[in-house]
């Protein structure tokens, strides 16, 4: 059986100058530093790190919007965050109050499962690292308390925007590959019911590698992926046409011989492939 020869070396033992890859980006914190640079309140480009200049920016926002000055980011203060500046008009933090439904209660246990209007299915928009999950219908005889959110099968956070929008962090990165998603609806009675899935196309190429035959001048293509950020850095081919790659990646990646785990942080790879593009026995 053909597998690949994989060298993986503890990333900061070979690489110092990288180090600091082991530091990864909070996209939450990210889109909350985005918001905040947005009305003048902190400084230089989003670093994903709640430091102590984001902090102090937090609770500037808060004391101008009337909010309880802490520092963190609850419902209220990221409620009010998404009014921009208009936040500031509000004299009084703004206060989630439970929707009671106005539909007849039944009178026996409730069996009845949420039902999603195929016609109007969930949709992504503002994508990135996050995304909004838009939904434009979905009812339940006596009300919706909680959402499940799902991309590629992996239970992923999200904070409630509006009763129909949700912000969503996924749990892996989402540029690798296509992003199948769908939603879990339930209700107070634990009936529940999943949403029609739609699709986020890919929108990194990851590691790849093109190369062509000197004999026939075709050309190939091979993708490698995992869980989290991949990196190819470096590519050359020997005389015999077989391909070195360099690069590192995080948690757990396949590059076509099964999965291959980091010992930590982010690990390099050194990745042979043969001519055709095949791993080397």
Do not use: R
């Amino acid at each position: 059986m053909k597998k690949l020869i994989l060298l993986s070396v503890f990333f900061s033992l070979f690489l110092p100058s990288l180090a600091q890859a082991e530091v990864v980006d909070d996209p939450f914190t990210v889109y909350i530093q985005e918001k905040l640079i947005a009305l003048g309140l902190l400084e230089g480009e989003p670093t994903g790190i709640n430091n102590q200049a984001t902090q102090q920016a937090i609770k500037t926002f808060q004391e101008k919007a009337g909010l309880v000055v802490d520092g963190l980011v609850g419902d209220n203060t990221f409620s009010k965050l998404l009014f921009g500046e208009s936040a500031y008009l509000q004299t009084s933090p703004t206060t989630t109050v439970p929707v009671t439904p106005t539909t007849t209660v039944p009178t026996g246990p409730d069996t009845k499962a949420p039902v999603w209007d195929k016609t109007q299915p969930p949709f992504g928009s503002e994508i990135g690292s996050l995304f909004n999950l838009n939904m434009p219908s979905v009812t339940d005889n006596v009300g919706i308390i909680s959402y499940e959110v799902y991309v590629n099968g992996a239970l992923s956070t999200h904070v409630s925007i509006s009763d129909s929008k949700l912000l969503v962090t996924p749990k892996y990165d989402m540029a690798c590959a296509d992003q199948l998603i769908y939603v879990i609806a339930f209700d107070e009675a634990g009936n529940s019911s999943q949403s029609p899935a739609f699709t986020i196309p890919q929108s990194d190429p990851c590691i790849s590698v093109i190369a062509s035959s000197s004999s026939s001048q075709s050309y190939f293509a091979v993708t490698f992926g995992g869980t989290n950020n991949n990196q190819g850095e470096s590519i050359a081919v020997d005389s015999s046409g077989n391909i070195y790659i360099t690069g590192y990646f995080y948690e757990t990646v396949d590059f076509g011989g099964g999965n291959v785990t980091s010992a930590g942080g982010a690990d390099i790879f050194v990745l042979k492939l043969n001519s055709s593009g095949a791993g080397i026995e």
